[in-house]
């Protein structure tokens, strides 16, 4: 069972990144999928989520018409199209998965709830 988070690169501000989030050994339909970054010297925030059957979207008001997270089940992969970037949003991007039951509507802000993780892509916009 892995994630793999990939796409970052350096980008100018005000351009644009897709980032990909991939999953082998089971399979995404089933489960949420938020998206995570951490800058140097700062704590993991929470971006945006998709849940797992109706494919309800949230975004982080740092991020919000900026972002757009999708996914495409046959490809078992969730994207985060990331426009108008900042240097703000330079950081690591985390993807993170979780299929359970969580007895609160907006536990997909919380790091902690999440079961898989990928390892990180390092997005960079210069100024």
């Known amino acids: 069972v892995q994630l793999q988070a990939y796409g970052g690169g350096l980008v100018q501000a005000g351009g644009s990144l897709r980032l990909s989030c991939a999953a082998s050994g089971f399979t995404l339909d089933y489960y949420g999928i938020g998206w995570f970054r951490q800058a140097p010297g700062k704590e993991r925030e929470w971006v945006s989520f998709?849940?797992?059957?109706?494919?309800?979207?949230y975004y982080a008001d740092s991020v919000k018409g900026r972002f757009t997270i999708s996914r495409d089940n046959a490809k078992n992969t969730v994207y985060l199209q990331m426009n108008s970037l900042k240097p703000e949003d330079t950081a690591v991007y985390y993807c993170a998965a979780d299929g359970s039951y969580h007895a609160y509507s907006t536990w997909y802000k919380d790091s902690d709830e999440y079961k898989y993780w990928g390892q990180g892509t390092l997005v960079t916009v210069s100024s």
């Open positions: 998709i849940s797992s059957r109706e494919g309800w979207k």
